[in-house]
């Protein structure tokens, strides 16, 4: 719970207001997001899934990222809720949860975000193979699906460490191997190295061969097997606005491992003036990293050309779904062909 005490003189009046204005603010914003951009960001990564999904035979490999991004986006939203109405961000709080509870939520969240980053930089780097090589199958849509499963693999087992810790809490200090495991800023560490650095790495490695490609004037510019234009600014638009989003929070991961700052607050506690602001500015890294699950689909919707042609062909499946629908039937043919 959010709450400030004065611990010695030292501590002014001024200090103990603005760690009551900080958790004002933060509960401002929670119920905001919870009354926006929650259900906008529901709405539309199932929406996102569904849609796309429904039309399989027309999925290109941006889709099939993007839907991967969007069923992380609907873990974030069941996180969200959760941790949101908590004492942690609110003062008008539903409930308070335990130890348990909030190590499962901090591996929902950190799959969830391993997800989204990785598969913002596959996009990209895909992107690139699609530019350079059209006509092979590499960035096909069959080995983007395979490669998004590996992804939840690997975000899994990455999230792990996080298990481990939520076990040897529980278990007698006594053992030294245990002990040395309780270690958060080890945790954080390698969650910032492999959930950001990498992906940071990797999507400006991308960025540069693309920018190479599109300097270099080659017969096969006018291929017609070349993605549509505006998935280039789909994906720098994506690439944007993820990095925007978690990079603050990624941020506070690095604080918290170089200057061992206290740990995150899952219950009552009661906070030092000192500490608000670090814990308000992770509170707000995080609420801009929940954003980014309506942030996704919502630019996907504006931006796809194709998403309203295939919201289109389902509501009309959906609308004759007990007749012949002879006109649907020819429209897939023609997308297989």
């Not at 960035?139 to 899994?156: L, Q, R």
Request: with cysteine; aromatic share 14%.
């Amino acid at each position: 719970m959010w709450i400030c005490m004065v611990y010695n003189e030292t501590d002014t009046s001024v200090d103990f207001r603005l760690c009551q204005d900080f958790g004002l603010i933060l509960s401002v914003f929670s119920l905001i997001y919870l009354l926006v951009c929650f259900p906008l960001g529901l709405c539309y990564n199932v929406l996102l899934v569904v849609v796309n999904l429904s039309n399989k035979v027309s999925m290109t490999m941006p889709d099939v990222y993007f839907v991967n991004m969007a069923i992380a986006g609907l873990v974030l939203n069941l996180v969200a809720p959760v941790e949101l109405l908590s004492s942690t961000f609110t003062r008008w709080h539903a409930w308070d949860y335990n130890n348990e509870v909030y190590i499962t939520l901090l591996i929902l969240f950190n799959i969830s975000s391993l997800v989204i980053m990785y598969s913002t930089t596959l996009l990209s780097l895909d992107y690139y193979i699609e530019r350079a090589l059209p006509r092979t199958y590499m960035s096909s849509v069959y080995n983007t699906k395979h490669v998004c499963g590996f992804i939840w693999g690997g975000a899994v087992l990455t999230s792990f460490s996080s298990l481990l810790f939520y076990v040897c809490n529980h278990i007698s200090t006594k053992m030294v191997e245990c002990s040395k495991m309780q270690n958060k800023e080890a945790a954080d560490a390698i969650m910032m190295f492999i959930g950001y650095v990498v992906p940071a790495v990797a999507v400006f490695y991308a960025f540069v061969l693309i920018l190479r490609i599109r300097k270099e004037s080659t017969p096969l510019d006018q291929d017609s097997a070349r993605l549509d234009p505006s998935i280039h600014r789909l994906l720098l638009a994506s690439v944007c606005v993820q990095f925007v989003l978690w990079t603050p929070y990624y941020m506070t991961l690095l604080v918290h491992t170089v200057a061992g700052a206290p740990g995150y607050v899952s219950n009552m506690h009661y906070l030092p003036s000192y500490y608000s602001t670090y814990y308000f500015l992770r509170c707000v890294s995080k609420l801009l990293a929940f954003s980014s699950s309506f942030a996704m689909p919502l630019m996907y919707r504006q931006m796809n050309k194709n998403f309203s042609n295939k919201l289109q062909r389902l509501l009309r499946r959906l609308h004759c779904r007990d007749q012949s629908c002879t006109h649907e039937r020819s429209t897939v043919q023609q997308v297989v062909t």
